[in-house]
């Protein structure tokens, strides 16, 4: 096991009747601004409920966060805060609003400059507005961790950040609220939380078991769950499984002394940048194929995965890697997230400008011990057209 450091100072509140504590953890007099996205908390009650927490503190609100959130957009909320003079944010709605969130608390107080510098340049965040967040969607783990995913308009462009002044002070995970999810948006939740996972665990045999079973955890719980929420988002037990796995499937836990390779993830965010495609969707295409290339590189843990997650027992080694590429993606599929480029419309230009991208930015070795390369991006993606 590789040395670590783990902290997780988030707060979490699971379940129906948890929202009225979150008035007693904002500072008595504090100006808040409530931040949303496209409506949806107009009609599951959400609103409802936070305002009604809220009764006592002065509220500005701020909605119209999109899908894979804007910098413009983020950039007209830190205008409004500076000027009214803003203490604490509260974001509720799904990862996008959080994300958007995050970035802004630390842009409202970021002194160098253009905050863009943030996610385009690396640079270090040094402070931030505290915020909480209220969870209507389980994906990303945004609300248990210390990352957020931006993206400008202006440049088709799509970094991510991370910080441990980006941490939600407390987050309200709720169910019931995630109950009026379009079918997809459950599927596309499942497939995420289940990629966060592999990108953690599907490296090489470090010796961490702890680390494994707790991650085949997940995945089981995912697989178990994942249909059962497809099928009907409105189950709340089942939303409840999927929403503590989504959440721990990014907080940082399993993350604990073993290697990571979060390539699937940086070539999914090209595809979203430059297609629009939903972020899941996105990884659901990006593994299969990446698999295929590194299928020797990855042998030792695809074994595993295939033996204690989809109980693959016999056959050759071959066989047995074949068989659990082909499993996670007929499980995607089943859930209605198509895993082909040509699905989407997407052909080989996009991949030609992916590859030319990375190596314009010098991304020359993502992942674990520097696998994807350019040219293994472009493999990968073209396994998929
Ligand atoms: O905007 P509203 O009206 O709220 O509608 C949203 C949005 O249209 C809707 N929605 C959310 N909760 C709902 C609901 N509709 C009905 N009922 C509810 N209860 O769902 C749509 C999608 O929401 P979004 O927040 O975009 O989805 P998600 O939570 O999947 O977030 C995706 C974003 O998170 C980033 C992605 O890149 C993407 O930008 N990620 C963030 C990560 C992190 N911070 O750690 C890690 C992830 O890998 C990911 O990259
Ligand atoms: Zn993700």
Redesign the pocket.
């Known amino acids: 096991m590789k040395d670590f450091e783990f902290h997780n100072p988030v707060k979490i509140f699971f379940g129906k009747e948890q929202m009225v504590k979150i008035s007693s953890l904002i500072p008595a007099g504090n100006k808040v601004m409530l931040i949303?996205?496209?409506?949806?908390?107009f009609?599951?009650g959400?609103y409802d409920k936070v305002k009604e927490a809220l009764k006592g503190f002065s509220v500005t609100e701020f909605g119209g966060?999109?899908?894979?959130?804007y910098y413009e957009t983020s950039m007209k909320a830190v205008k409004i805060i500076k000027e009214e003079k803003i203490d604490f944010i509260l974001a509720?709605?799904?990862?996008?609003?959080?994300?958007a969130t995050?970035f802004i608390a630390a842009a409202a107080v970021y002194e160098n400059g253009d905050p863009w510098k943030i996610l385009s340049e690396n640079e270090a965040v040094k402070a931030s507005l505290p915020f909480g967040t209220v969870l209507?969607?389980?994906?990303?783990?945004?609300e248990m961790?210390?990352?957020?995913?931006?993206?400008r308009k202006s440049t088709t462009e799509?970094f991510?950040f991370?910080s441990p002044y980006s941490y939600p002070q407390f987050s309200v995970l709720?169910p019931d609220?995630?109950?009026?999810?379009?079918r997809n948006?459950a599927a596309?939740?499942v497939v995420?939380a289940f990629?966060?996972v592999i990108e953690q665990y599907l490296t090489y045999p470090v010796n961490a078991p702890i680390q494994d079973r707790f991650a085949e955890a997940i995945l089981i719980t995912l697989i178990e769950e994942g249909p059962k929420v497809y099928a009907n988002?409105a189950d709340y037990e089942s939303m409840s499984n999927l929403m503590w796995s989504a959440t721990m499937a990014?907080n940082g836990l399993i993350m604990c002394g073993v290697p990571g390779d979060w390539s699937v993830?940086s070539i999914?965010?090209e595809l979203?940048a430059l297609h629009g495609i939903?972020?899941?969707r996105t990884?659901a295409i990006v593994l299969p194929g990446l698999w295929k290339v590194l299928r020797e590189e990855k042998s030792g843990k695809l074994l595993q995965y295939g033996q204690r997650v989809w109980n693959i027992t016999s056959g050759s080694e071959e066989e047995r890697i074949n068989a659990a590429i082909e499993k996670t993606a007929d499980f995607f599929e089943s859930l209605g997230i198509k895993t082909r480029l040509s699905d989407y419309g997407v052909k080989q230009d996009t991949i030609d400008k992916i590859v030319r991208r990375f190596e314009e930015r010098k991304w020359l070795a993502l992942g674990d011990r520097g696998l994807t390369t350019p040219e293994v991006t472009r493999k990968a993606l073209e396994f998929q057209l």
């Open positions: 949303y996205g496209g409506g949806s908390i009609k599951n959400v966060i999109e899908p894979n959130p509720a709605g799904g990862g996008s609003v959080i994300d995050k209507t969607l389980p994906a990303t783990g945004t961790n210390k990352n957020s995913v931006i993206s799509k991510a991370s709720l609220a995630a109950g009026s999810l379009p948006q596309n939740g995420d990629v966060h988002p990014l993830h999914g965010h979203t939903d972020h899941a990884l």
